[in-house]
């Protein structure tokens, strides 16, 4: 199965930087997560019984309830409602826009059509492509995603959570975590990515590196995902900290998958 279709797709615009890959919105939508319920979308699927599970075991963000898709087709449409589930969504990599992405997140109303706009519904999230996962492949990230969120609302929204992170890139403090990588990722164009990352590398294979994030041990986990229209490098630990996330679309340049990895490892390196 190709790695595409295994990890965390993380993806996001910024209108202050191009390689922001993870976003929460203003501290006053992150006041209305905590004071609010958090309605949980189930769906009648794989998906759906594994988030039910991760949430269950692992949400503390702010209270929340289980729904059924039945129950949420009742709402009204545009309904001003926080909604956790997988949809669909319009997202931005640096200027160029990506339609109909599938995301994990919250949403802060219900739209009958089932896609949300980032700018308009969307409070927090991370893009992910969970339909061709099975067992700890899709357990494995719906919780690292479910980590991702908390963490994002943890810090009390992009004021806080964007500062922090570049002030650990500086701080060069991710040399002292060592990176778990999974062996698929050394495929080309990664495979010689050791030579680019100087700091602390553990390389596993898939079945290590699921039972690393589903046992929570102290890692930062690479993603890497690579399709046609983007390719995406983000650094995670065991807690949904995020040391440095990069988003770069095929339509920005020839090269791009080249130019990309040397401007995030610089970062890190």
């Known amino acids: 199965m190709k790695k595409a279709t295994l ?8 209108i202050f930087i191009y ?49 059924t898709e039945k129950e949420l087709s009742s709402y009204e449409d545009k309904q001003d409602v926080l909604l956790l589930g997988y949809f669909k969504g319009t997202f931005l990599a640096h200027k160029w826009e990506l339609k109909n992405t599938p995301f994990l997140g919250i949403t802060n109303k219900y739209r009958k059509e089932k896609s949300y706009d980032r700018k308009k519904d969307i409070t927090t999230y991370i893009v992910s492509k969970l339909e061709d996962l099975e067992g700890e492949d899709l357990e494995s990230v719906i919780l690292l995603n479910i980590s ?11 004021s806080n ?14 040399k002292r975590k060592t990176v778990l990588i999974c062996e698929d990722d050394l495929k080309a164009p990664l495979k010689d990515l050791k030579a680019k990352y100087t700091g602390k590398v553990e390389v596993v294979d ?11 041990e102290e890692y930062v986990f690479l993603l890497n995902v690579r399709t046609s229209l983007f390719h995406l ?18 339509s920005a340049q020839k090269d791009w998958d080249k130019e990309y990895q040397l401007r995030f490892f610089k970062y890190l390196n």
């Open 7 to 14: 990890l965390t797709v993380l993806i996001i615009s910024s």
């Open 19 to 67: 390689s922001q890959a993870l976003f929460v919105h203003t501290d006053k939508s992150v006041d209305l997560l905590k004071k609010g319920t958090l309605k949980v979308v189930i769906t009648d699927d794989k998906i759906g019984e594994v988030l039910k599970k991760v949430v269950t075991e692992n949400w503390q963000a702010t209270k929340y309830e289980f729904i």
């Open 148 to 158: 991702t969120l908390q963490y994002l609302i943890s810090t009390g929204g992009y």
């Open 161 to 174: 959570w964007y500062p922090a992170m570049r002030a650990k890139i500086k701080s060069k403090s991710i």
């Open 206 to 216: 898939r079945a290590t590196y699921n039972k690393a994030i589903l046992n929570k």
């Open 233 to 250: 490098l983000a650094l995670i630990d065991h807690k949904g900290y995020v040391y440095n996330s990069e988003i770069n679309s095929s």
